[in-house]
């Protein structure tokens, strides 16, 4: 690519970068970065927490855009509905098709994961397969809401196994070949390794021509990654069109009433009821606790500690791979949630960059800026102005110190903030400065017909 790695000076104006020159600029607002790296601000494909101390802590990791595409919102506008005009980084979702079946076999308003400080509840639209009619409706509703903004199609398959068969899913595929808009999808999930899921995405793809993103391949292919990404390279050569991310933790994490732990999850997982733990408490489960909490309070959030860290580095490794977070919904200090939404980026500069040597700083920027860009580029055109730095590109941006940024959220303090993002820039407005969080609320919402600051 056209990489620089070198000194050069910025001008941002009205949002946009106006210049860059390797000598000195003078403006009425100077940001001194010597010694530090200056890169494009982290575009985040997967983030379920549109709140604000979830956009603190993408803030502080060097994320100036946050995206819900995994489940994605229906209507489209009502995802981060109370963030409009408030949110200090730039967020926005896929027409999420969970939401549009709510609506279409149930009569129900879900409209996206995390909606009026409250997650969704998943009823019937999530076993039961559609009518001809339905799907038909499915389909009109997924347009709309493609017409809407929606930054594609979310499609979270795995939980919705029962109820999606082959028809609404060529379906689906048919609908996001036509708009050029990527499925967003978290594929079904057979025993451990198991690529069955994965190539089901893959024909989907070649047969209709839908761009297909496999979210979180690590936690789907779990010990099998190096085979899932073969298998994609092997069908991109041959005409498909599928990307996939990654994220750098080593658990998973959802309600304990959800449908995967409800049948054969220690096979499916390899893991024991050890392995699962409380979020709120830290504490691990024992089969009595596990089956006594999920009978009373199957919403709790339990992490799941089933990946393996070699699975990362050889996910890491893999040419085209984007880093997501997967941050999960965090409402206060006190509800506990995931590492991941606070710690991913930088642990990848920290320990995958400086102190592992495992890939490269360009690689790994390209890998959490641009790919991610690009990967929207097809559907929201604006998206080529981010995830790189030239003139005329988005005024978006984060400044680091490479010796010492580092992740400290822990599973059991998952909400530190990372260390070391010394500035991050948000269509052009400071909102870190000098380590320093600003009350500034620059984000706009991310259509795929372009930004709106509505």
């Not at 009978?295 to 984007?322: C, F, P």
């Not at 959490?368 to 790189?388: N, S």
């Not at 059991?412 to 407005?429: I, S």
Request: with cysteine; net charge negative.
């Amino acid at each position: 690519g056209n990489e620089v790695d070198g000194v050069r000076h910025l001008g941002i104006d009205d949002g946009v970068v106006t210049t860059v020159s390797e000598t000195p600029l003078t403006g009425r607002d100077v940001i001194d970065a010597a010694g530090r790296v200056v890169c494009p601000g982290f575009v985040d494909l997967h983030t379920h927490t549109p709140t604000d101390l979830g956009t603190y802590l993408a803030a502080r990791s060097g994320i100036t855009t946050a995206l819900e595409l995994e489940a994605g919102a229906y209507p489209t506008g009502a995802y981060a509905v109370d963030m409009v005009g408030r949110s200090p980084i730039h967020f926005g979702a896929s027409t999420g098709h969970f939401a549009v079946r709510a609506k279409v076999v149930e009569d129900a308003d879900e409209p996206c994961m995390v909606h009026s400080g409250r997650l969704f509840r998943a009823g019937k639209s999530f076993v039961i397969p559609g009518s001809g009619e339905q799907l038909t409706e499915i389909a009109r509703r997924l347009h709309e809401g493609l017409d809407a903004g929606g930054l594609g199609i979310g499609l979270l398959l795995d939980y919705m196994s029962r109820a999606i068969d082959a028809d609404e899913l060529r379906m689906i595929g048919e609908v996001a070949a036509e708009r050029s808009a990527p499925i967003w999808t978290h594929v079904r999930r057979g025993a451990a390794g198991d690529p069955a899921g994965l190539d089901e995405m893959i024909d989907l793809s070649l047969d209709t021509g839908a761009p297909v993103h496999i979210c979180h391949i690590n936690a789907s292919a779990m010990g099998a990654v190096d085979e899932w990404i073969r298998r994609i390279e092997v069908a991109n050569a041959e005409g498909a069109d599928v990307t996939y991310e990654m994220f750098v933790h080593t658990a998973g994490s959802t309600n304990i009433g959800v449908h995967a732990f409800r049948s054969d999850w220690q096979e499916r997982f390899a893991i024991t009821y050890a392995d699962i733990q409380l979020a709120a408490t830290g504490e691990r489960l024992t089969a009595e606790t596990f089956t006594r909490i999920q009978e009373q309070e199957g919403g709790a959030t339990v992490i799941h500690h089933y990946m393996k860290e070699e699975w990362i580095r050889s996910g890491l490794v893999a040419t085209d791979m984007i880093i997501a977070t997967d941050a999960m919904p965090c409402f206060d200090l006190e509800t506990k949630s995931v590492p991941n939404g606070a710690g991913t980026h930088a642990r990848i500069l920290g320990r995958y960059v400086r102190d592992e040597e495992l890939i490269g700083l360009s690689e790994a920027v390209a890998k959490m800026a641009l790919y991610p860009a690009q990967r929207l580029e097809g559907v929201a055109p604006h998206f080529a102005r981010k995830g790189r730095l030239g003139v005329g590109c988005d005024a978006d941006l984060v400044v680091f110190d490479a010796s010492t940024i580092e992740d400290r959220a822990t599973y059991l303090e998952p909400y530190l903030e990372a260390a070391g993002v010394d500035h991050v820039v948000v269509a052009g407005t400071p909102v870190i400065r000098g380590g320093d969080f600003l009350d500034a609320r620059p984000g706009i919402r991310q259509l795929a017909s372009g930004p709106v600051s509505a």
